[in-house]
């Protein structure tokens, strides 16, 4: 079978996540165009790899790609989206897919009329410790599960006159724009939401014109609770990356950050598995892959992707108004798959 033929639409920072997975992959896919309005940055990515052509406008490398990964501020996904899959390419687009509903909802059209595929990069789906605590958690192995804690801690300051800081190219604030990442892993993990709250503050993150750190607690059905703290303000942390998960006869730890999977029971904890730390973007772009190849769903496709983008914006809804959200009826079952 011939390779993909890929090409990186955005060269920023973030696009640096990813390149690992080229060489990872290199037997079936194919890096042909490198794609950023700042042409430096577009050349110093290509200049890593060969032959691969440089660009300051996507619509010049179309022709010569089957498939894109789109690495562009938040809102930009939208349109370049949707004109990438209407030229019959298939979309790997960068969270979070869209900073509207409608957005959304025309993104997941033009997959379904183009026959393409539409995968968000939900790159925490694809690590292998998360991967295995769905499984322990989806078997019973410690019991059913009443509570998953998620904490991601970082220190991220962007300058005060770039996209991330503006909440309207954002989307939002820290909250939208990295704890979408977390509420996606949530509601795989626990199902159905019932209410929840959101509190968000830019105290000790000033540079964020919204929330800089945030605070979710959700309810499922079946009374099981779920929460994340994410700040981008930490000078300092313990819990670092890290997910638990308590269940009626243990409590399951992802250590993210020291990549160990540890079951913690009867006093004891036991090493479940090791796994290299970092994003695991290889794993991501693998089941892209296979998803361009078999027409498979992607794990993260478009309609899941916006149930959990509508829970994001009915949160924040409900915090302006001091109030719990009601977070049924997000529309699982209502979008074409």
Known sequence: MSRIRLGLIGCGDMSKAHLRRFEALSSRLQLTAAVDSDEERAAAVASEFAGI???????????HVDAVLLVL???????????CLAAGKHVLLEKPMAISEEGCLQL????????????????MRYHPLVVRMKELLDEGVHGDVFQVSIWTEQLTQYPEQGWHSDPIKLGGGQFFSHGCHYVDILLWYLGRPIRGTHLGTNRGTPWMKREGTSNVSIEFEEGRLGYHFGT????????RYSFHAHC?????????????????AGGRETLILQADTGKHTENE????LDCIETGRLPRTNGPDSLQGLRLIWRLY???QRGSFADLSGLGLDDLPR
Do not use: N
Not at 248 to 264: F, K, P, Y
């Open 53 to 63: 052509r440089v660009a300051t406008d996507f619509r010049q490398v179309l022709d």
């Open 317 to 319: 809804e409900a915090e």
């Open 248 to 264: 009626t006869e243990g409590m399951i730890e992802a250590d993210i950050s020291g990549g160990r999977l540890i079951a913690h």
């Open 108 to 123: 997941i059209e033009a997959s379904r009329k183009a026959q393409r595929t539409l995968m968000i990069a939900y790159c």
């Open 73 to 83: 501020p938040h809102h930009l996904h939208h349109t370049i989206g949707v004109e």
């Open 285 to 288: 772009m693998a089941h892209f």
């Open 232 to 239: 981008w303000g930490a000078r300092g942390s313990r819990l």
